[in-house]
């Protein structure tokens, strides 16, 4: 088949060949990230083998599929059993979409140039699910069932198709119909999508705050969308791409210098402001590590920055930062966070709350002119 230009093919491949050839993966950026949503006290009632099935599932930084649902892979075998036995539906009569690793032969058959066999090299793994994984991973975990009956299931399959059009045509697919959240957006984009420098480190700053240890933030903020954080990844990253972006942070330096430090920067400049807010920032009460006040703390880096490379400090010195923003205790205050209080009286808006901070730094003692 053509579309404008493109060559790809339609193609019938059995169970066996979908077990053989197709691998699983999903994006990942260390353990936090492995979690398989779904209803963890259901597994017991589930005819999948988890155990077996997630071996098969590979989980790095250069995939793009997101997380494995089990409920939904729980439902789609037993939809596939109960079309086996009742023989009035197909269980995937959709096309699924593919792209192979390897280049494909097609050999056409006699008058007929758009119709032939295809040819797919047999190495495990070969073959990368762009849209139908949870329906194959579910073939894949009930093929038993089928015993020896023919099954085929429909593909239309790329022959090499470039990685970021692979990506391209999985946000395209699952951005609007499946409501892909933002943050697994934000996780492809820089990277898989298209080289983004700025939202690269990003993303990296922001998985940092989340990962390290001895970061204030940490486990605080959703990675992929996925988690018990209480803030999601995708307003944070496009607050700090917005900086990346423009000269904020070159001043006396190319902004680009500041890459390699921006993480060093801000998990210290974040734990200096629960040190200055700690009341705030270890309260129930106060709404000091949520999207908006985060982001507000992240717009005003750039004077933090510049405060330090005018005192001729390490941009990620954590003395230098907490002597710079100290004025913020006086000036500020835990009780500007509170939440049924200043925060709700005096506007929450990421721009109300940047201008506080920034009049804070610029008169540390109160004496606006």
Known sequence: ????????????????????????????????????????GAARQSKVRWDLL????????????????????????????????????????????????????????????????????????????IDGQHRL?????????????????????????????VVQMFVTINAKHTRLNASHLVSLSGRQLYRDENLAVAHDVVRALSEREDSPLYGDIKLLGVGHGRVAQAPLAQELKKLFSTDAFG??????????????????????????????????KYSIRT????????????????HLDQQRADRADFRAIGRIIAPWGRRIGDLRFETDGAWKRSGSTVDQLAKELRLALQYPEGAIG
Not at 14 to 32: H, P
Not at 91 to 96: D, F, K, P, Q
Not at 253 to 271: I, L, P, Q, S, W
Not at 291 to 306: C, E, G, M, Q, Y
């Open 137 to 165: 991973l579910a073939l894949h975990a009930g093929i038993e069932q089928f015993g020896g009956e023919p099954f085929s299931v429909p593909a239309v399959i790329f022959d090499r198709l470039p990685e970021d059009h």
């Open 54 to 129: 997630e071996r098969r599932i590979a989980a790095t930084d250069k995939a793009y599929q997101r997380q494995i649902i089990r409920k939904k892979i729980d439902e789609l075998v037993g939809y596939y059993e109960q079309c086996r036995q009742a023989r009035d539906l197909p269980s995937i009569a959709g096309a699924v979409i593919i792209s192979c690793d390897e280049p494909l032969k097609f050999d056409p058959v006699a008058g007929e140039p758009t119709l032939g066999i295809l040819k797919v090299p047999e190495r495990e793994g070969i073959l990368r699910a």
């Open 1 to 40: 088949m053509q579309q404008f230009g493109v060559t790809f093919y339609q193609a019938s491949l059995t169970a066996k060949d979908i077990d053989k050839l197709v691998r699983f993966e999903v994006l990942d950026y260390g353990d936090r990230g492995q979690q398989r949503t779904g209803v963890r």
């Open 251 to 284: 001043t006396g330096r190319k902004a680009e210098d500041f890459h390699e430090e921006a993480t060093r920067f801000f998990v210290n400049y974040f734990k200096q402001v629960a040190v200055v807010f700690n009341a705030a920032w270890n309260g129930r």
């Open 291 to 306: 999207a908006p006040a985060l982001r507000a703390f992240i717009r005003v880096a750039p004077d933090i920055v510049k």
